[in-house]
């Protein structure tokens, strides 16, 4: 069963999630702003396409706590 899935980096603040992946990146601290992918299969391809420098990560966003 697939469910929805985000990508997210560490910072000196702690989790940030990827808003949009349209040109440049924006990423926000907030869980509720972060863009939904519809499976981790998608949210694993959009964090590998990202420059090395950020190493992010995906993982299911039923597993967030919505900050």
Do not use: C
Not at 2 to 9: E, G, L, N, Q, T
Not at 40 to 61: D, K, M, S, V
């Amino acid at each position: 069963m697939a469910s929805a899935a985000v990508v997210a980096r560490t910072s000196q603040n702690g989790l940030e999630y990827l808003v949009r992946e349209t040109g440049r990146d924006e990423w926000a601290v907030s869980s509720k702003a972060a863009a939904r992918f519809q499976n981790l299969r998608e949210a694993t391809r959009a964090a590998l396409r990202l420059p090395g420098r950020f190493r992010a990560f995906a993982f299911p966003a039923d597993s967030i706590a919505d900050r």
